[in-house]
Each structure stands twice: as C-alpha cells, then as structure tokens.
C-alpha cells in the first residue's frame, strides 16, 4: 500500500468535510461545552481516600495504609515478604524511603534491556495522581516514577500514592493536574486478561501484583 497515497486521500476528505464551515465558526475549545459535572456527587477529602481504597481493592490491587515516618520499614517488609532481592529504583525516588530495605538496587537507565529488566524482583515508584471513581492510579514519568517499562516488567509493583495531595474524585481532575507533552500510563489493578471462557489470567502484560500505598502526613 502507497501511504504517502492514503495520507493524501484520508485529507482530501477531511478537506471535503471541512469545506462549508465558516472562517468565523468557533474553535473547537470553544465550540464544545465544558459544563459537565467533574465529579459524581459531593464527598469529603477523607471519603474520597476511602472510595480510592475501596476500588484499588476492587481492582485486586493490596491496598496498605501508613504515616510518612512509617513507609521506610512498610516498604522493607513489603518486599520482604516478596521474597524480593533485587527491586527497581526510578530517578528521584526519595532514598529515605528504601534506607531500610536489604533488597539490591537496580537504576532506572536507558540500556536496560526486557531480560534484564525481567529478572528483577520488583520496582518501587511514587506516582502523578490517583482517582477515586476508578481506582487507578497514574504515572508519567516524572521524578520518582521512571520509565514505562520499569512497571510493565517486573512481576511486583508496589506504587506509593500521597494522601489528600495526589488524590482526585475524577477522570476530569485528574486530566487537568497532568501534562499533555508527557506520555501517562493509567493502571487499574495488576495486569490480567480473560479467555474466552472468562478465565482470568494476571501478569500476561504487566505486573502480576500491585501494591498500593497511601501515605497520610
């Protein structure tokens, strides 16, 4: 198939479609409402954490709870109890929150391969945002969270969520505290995929568990 050709054609009616609007019409930012609601219903900071805790654990995330202070010796234990030797470090994940653990560090670099990536035990990242409607949580690159593969490899997620700060009700909150230029991975649950027959399969495209951590002050 000649692409340059069907780029041309797939124009040609997009010209075609645009041929009668006015020059005058509204641009597209305008011309659409953005009176919908951003949220359903009404709840406090406190019941919006709750409704993220209920849907991660919906979603078959394990949902942990801890003080600041307490999320060095949390993570320790976590990855203890994995049997986790060796565990993902992501640039800028604050290094007071791994100090207890034993595990051995593997740096987020760009020459790391899928095999190699695919020996470690599991990764540690902090996150964007989280939201309550859906349960899902969101990464974008930035400080603490690394790149895409480094959550998509390893069997074992664990993913510490800051309480009130980075929690939302909605998909629409959520959208307006990212950055459009940055690439964004949503994740509800740990991987899985059902056959025909409805049996679920976890891990096939991503970690097999996913631990959340929701760190109050």
Not at 13 to 37: N, S
Not at 109 to 114: D, F, L, Q, R, Y
Not at 165 to 190: M, N
């Amino acid at each position: 198939m000649n692409s340059g050709g069907s780029r041309e054609r797939v124009l040609g009616r997009v010209r075609r479609a645009l041929a009668d609007v006015p020059h005058d019409d509204p641009p597209y930012e305008r011309a659409v409402a953005r009176d919908y609601a951003r949220e359903h219903g009404r709840r406090t900071v406190a019941e919006t954490v709750e409704l993220l805790a209920e849907n991660l654990a919906e979603y078959r995330a394990i949902v942990h709870r801890c003080a600041d202070g307490e999320l060095p010796g949390l993570l320790a234990r976590l990855l203890a109890s994995h049997g986790s030797r060796s565990v993902v470090v992501p640039p800028g994940l604050p290094a007071e929150w791994l100090g207890a653990v034993d595990a051995t560090r593997v740096h987020d670099v760009a020459a790391s391969t899928p095999q190699e990536l695919d020996r470690v035990d599991s990764v540690v990242t902090g996150c964007a945002v989280a939201v309550a409607e859906t349960g899902t949580i969101v990464l974008d690159g930035s400080s603490g969270q690394g790149r895409r593969r480094i959550t998509l490899v390893p069997d074992h997620h664990i993913c510490v969520v800051r309480v009130p700060d980075q929690v939302v009700s909605a998909v629409s909150q959520a959208l307006g505290r990212l950055d459009p230029t940055r690439p964004s991975t949503w994740i509800s649950g740990p991987s899985a995929t059902s056959d025909i027959e409805l049996d679920r399969v976890e891990g096939v495209h991503g970690p097999r568990t996913l631990e959340v951590v929701l760190v109050g002050r």
